[in-house]
C-alpha cells in the first residue's frame, strides 16, 4: 500500500530508458509498446502523466490517474480532465496510482475497502508540469524512444549477423554430420541454391538449403533453426514449408533405375555366380507418427508389427547398393503386397529380371509373375515341415544378400526426421514423402557400401 500511496517507481538511468513495471509481466516484455502506448496517451490529453526526477536514486515516479473496476466516479470528472469513462484496470496490476480509503484498516479488510481515483486539481496539474519541465527540459520523448529502439534494433541485427556467419561455417567443417552430404560433395548445394533465389539480401539461397537440409539431418526445432540462421522461426518454418518440395523435385532425379547394362558392370562379386540378373531388392520400413484423432486414419495408420501408427515405405536398392526406386507414404496398416502394388514399383520391372526380397513377401509372387520376372526369397518356414538342406543352403546365401538392403535402410535412418522414433505431427505428414526423395537422394551420394 505503501508502494500504491507513494507510486510506482521505475528505474531509469536516463530519460526516458525502457518502461519497466516491477509487478506488470506484459509491461516488462513489451516495453517499447507499453512505453509507446503510455506516450501516445499523454499527448493525446487522455491521461496525464507526471515525471519526478530524483538526483540521487535517478529514478522516476509515473502517476497516471485512471478508473479502477472496483470505483464509481462521476462522469463530469473524467470529461474535465478527458478520460474517458469505460477505462478499467486493477491497481495491483498497472502503474497507475490509486488512493485507498481507510487506511488504518486491518490487512483483511483493507481489500474490501472502497478506492477512489486520485485525480488532481488544475493547481496541481501545473505544478507538476512545470516541475516535470524544469527537471526534463533538455530531454526529447521521441528522440530518447528513438535512440532506445535503435540500440535494440542494432543489437537484434547484430546477434542474427554473429549467428549466421558461425552457422554458415559449421557445414564446411563437417556437412554430413550437419547437412548428411559428404565434404566432396559439398557443390551439390552450390548447384540446388541456384536454382532459386530468395528475397533478403543477407538470408541467401544458399542459406535456404543448408537451412532445409539441416532440419533434415537434425530434426533441429524451427526456433532454434531461427536462432542458427538470424531469422525468426516463423520464417525458417515458411522457407522450409516453402523450398522442400522444389528441392526434392530436384534430388528426385539422382533416384534413377540404372539399365541392366549399368548394373552388370557394377556387380559385386557376391551376386555373379548365381544371381547375376539381378535388379532389385526390395524391403519395408516404417515411421512413427501420432495418432490421429479421425478414428478413421487411426485404423489405416495402425501398424500391429510397431505398435503404434506409422507411415510404411517401400525402397528398392541394386545390387551395388544404390537407392533406385523409394514410394511414397502408405498407412502402416497396408500389406507388403498392397504396397507393392500400389506404389507402381512393378512399372520399373523388364522382362526376365530377378527381384529379390525377404521372406514376408510370398504373397507377391503373382504380380512378379505377371511381369514375366522371378521372385527370390527365402523359403517359408512352416511348423512341422522339415526344410531340405538344398533351401537351408539357398535361404542363407539370399539373407547373407538381403543385409545389404537393411544397411540402405539404416542409412536412411540417420537422417533424424525419418528416424523410426521421431514421431511426425499430423501437420507434418505432408512433406514426409518430399522429405524422404531429398534422404534417399542424399544417401546416394555418399561412398558405396561394397567398394
Not at 516541475?131 to 530518447?144: H, K, M, Q, T, V
Not at 542459406?207 to 539441416?214: E, H, K, M, P, S
Not at 533406385?324 to 520399373?348: C, M, P, W
Request: glycine share 4%.
Amino acid at each position: 500500500m505503501e508502494t500504491l500511496k507513494e507510486g510506482y517507481v521505475i528505474p531509469c538511468k536516463e530519460f526516458p530508458s525502457k518502461y519497466e513495471e516491477p509487478n506488470n509481466a506484459s509491461a516488462i516484455r513489451e516495453m517499447i509498446f507499453t512505453y509507446k502506448t503510455v506516450l501516445d496517451m499523454k499527448n493525446s490529453g487522455v491521461i496525464q502523466l507526471t515525471i519526478l526526477a530524483s538526483k540521487l536514486t535517478k529514478h522516476f515516479k509515473t502517476f497516471v490517474p485512471v478508473r479502477s473496476k472496483a470505483v464509481q466516479t462521476n462522469k463530469s470528472d473524467f470529461a474535465k480532465h478527458g478520460i474517458l469513462a469505460n477505462v478499467a484496470c486493477s491497481p495491483f496490476s498497472s502503474p497507475w496510482k490509486v488512493t485507498v480509503i481507510d487506511s488504518k484498516a486491518s490487512p483483511e479488510k483493507v481489500g474490501h475497502a472502497k478506492r477512489i481515483l486520485d485525480i488532481p486539481s488544475e493547481v496541481e496539474e501545473l505544478s507538476t508540469s512545470s516541475s516535470a519541465g524544469e527537471n526534463c527540459a533538455d530531454l526529447s520523448d521521441s528522440d530518447s524512444c528513438t535512440s532506445f529502439e535503435e540500440d535494440n534494433n542494432l543489437e537484434t541485427i547484430l546477434f542474427r549477423n554473429t549467428s549466421l556467419l558461425r552457422t554458415r561455417k559449421l557445414p564446411n567443417m563437417d556437412p554430413r554430420v550437419y547437412l548428411g552430404i559428404l565434404p566432396e560433395r559439398i557443390s551439390f548445394i552450390n548447384l540446388l541454391s541456384k536454382k532459386f533465389s530468395c528475397d533478403s539480401d543477407i538470408f541467401t539461397s544458399h542459406d535456404a538449403v543448408c537451412q532445409i537440409l539441416r532440419k533434415i539431418r537434425l530434426n533441429d526445432s524451427f526456433v532454434i533453426l531461427g536462432y542458427e540462421f538470424g531469422i525468426s522461426s516463423r520464417q525458417a518454418s515458411r522457407i522450409f514449408n516453402r523450398y522442400v518440395t522444389f528441392i526434392a523435385d530436384h534430388v528426385q532425379k539422382i533416384i534413377l533405375w540404372p539399365n541392366r547394362y549399368s548394373i552388370k558392370r557394377a556387380l559385386p562379386v557376391s551376386f555373379r555366380k548365381n544371381y547375376s540378373r539381378i535388379q532389385s531388392m526390395i524391403d519395408c520400413f516404417e515411421i512413427e507418427i501420432q495418432k490421429p484423432s479421425d478414428p478413421i486414419h487411426q485404423a489405416l495408420t495402425w501398424s500391429e508389427y510397431k505398435g503404434c501408427n506409422t507411415l510404411k515405405f517401400l525402397v528398392s536398392i541394386t545390387p551395388d547398393v544404390l537407392i533406385n526406386f523409394v514410394s511414397t507414404g502408405y498407412g502402416g496398416r497396408i500389406t507388403d503386397e498392397h504396397i507393392t502394388a500400389q506404389s507402381r514399383f512393378l512399372d520399373k520391372l523388364k522382362p526376365g529380371v530377378l527381384v529379390m526380397a525377404d521372406r514376408g513377401f510370398k504373397r507377391i509372387e503373382p504380380f512378379i509373375s505377371g511381369k514375366k520376372c522371378t521372385l527370390v526369397r527365402p523359403s517359408s518356414v512352416l511348423s512341422g515341415v522339415r526344410s531340405s538342406k538344398r533351401q537351408v543352403i539357398d535361404s542363407r546365401k539370399i539373407s547373407g544378400l538381403r543385409i545389404h538392403v537393411e544397411r540402405a535402410i539404416s542409412r536412411i535412418r540417420e537422417f533424424s526426421f525419418v528416424s523410426p522414433n521421431a514421431c511426425r505431427s499430423y501437420q507434418q505428414i505432408k512433406d514426409v514423402d518430399e522429405v524422404m526423395k531429398i534422404v534417399c537422394g542424399l544417401v546416394n551420394l555418399q561412398r558405396p557400401f561394397i567398394k
